[in-house]
């Protein structure tokens, strides 16, 4: 079992470019979440989905950021036209379902220059 | 809304005193109960969850006590080790489907 894998590890980029991070959920299970870190504040949701259908949106700041999950095996998150705040540890998660036990990626590292 | 509140950015300690990390909750619902590590450059890990049925969640010499008069969760483990210093996050779910709710998280350092 190779765990949630994220992809970039690290990301650069300039200031109003785009960024897509990508998200491979363990084999099997069924919820994908995705979350940004940072020291301020910590682990914020943004947004999850249930079998490929977004459940919870919430987090996401509308304007910019998206995410799909086109196949159950891969989800995506993109920023558009990144700002220096969007720095941060984008984190992926997925879940069986039931008992809600997260298992985490690595997550991506995000700096916007 | 579900929030978690955990008062203490950064403990230190020294190796072998006990540990003691607070977490307290607000929730309309009866709410899950959860700590996550998370070790440098690492991905954070489930350490342990609330039991429906009121038993002490027990792992790596970690327990928590879910009090729903207090509406707290804390962390406690009778001595420190050096292996222990790591980012603890506690986390909630409204309901078994539902997404987590963090709280800003704490970081422990053991010290020798």
């Known amino acids: 079992n190779a765990g949630v894998i994220q992809t970039p590890r690290h990301k650069v980029t300039g200031k109003g470019q785009e960024a897509t991070l990508w998200c491979e959920p363990i084999?099997?299970?069924?919820?994908v979440f995705w979350y940004r870190q940072t020291i301020v504040q910590g682990l914020e949701f943004l947004t999850y989905?249930?079998?490929?259908?977004?459940?919870?949106d919430s987090g996401m700041p509308k304007e910019r950021f998206s995410a799909q999950m086109p196949n159950q095996s891969h989800s995506t998150l993109k920023i558009q036209s990144t700002q220096p705040q969007d720095s941060a540890v984008y984190l992926c998660?997925?879940?069986?379902?039931?008992?809600?036990?997260?298992?985490f990626g690595e997550g991506s590292r995000l700096i916007v220059v | 809304g579900d929030s978690v509140t955990q008062t203490e950015g950064l403990v230190t300690l020294t190796e072998g005193l006990p540990v003691m990390l607070n977490c307290t909750y607000q929730?309309?619902?009866?709410?899950?109960l959860f700590w996550y590590v998370q070790h440098l450059n690492e991905a954070p890990k489930l350490l342990l969850k609330?039991?429906?049925?009121?038993k002490r969640p027990e792992h790596q010499g970690f327990h928590a006590t879910l009090h729903k008069s207090s509406s707290s969760f804390h962390l406690q483990k009778s001595s420190a080790q050096l292996s222990d210093s790591a980012l603890y996050y506690c986390?909630?779910?409204?309901?078994?489907?539902?997404?987590?709710?963090f709280g800003q998280g704490t970081s422990l350092s053991v010290v020798p």
């Open positions: 989905f249930r079998n490929q259908a977004p459940i919870d």
């Open positions: 998660a997925s879940s069986s379902g039931a008992g809600n036990t997260l298992y």
């Open positions: 986390a909630l779910a409204s309901s078994s489907f539902s997404k987590l709710v």
């Open positions: 609330s039991f429906t049925d009121n």
């Open positions: 929730s309309t619902y009866s709410p899950f």
């Open positions: 084999s099997g299970h069924s919820a």
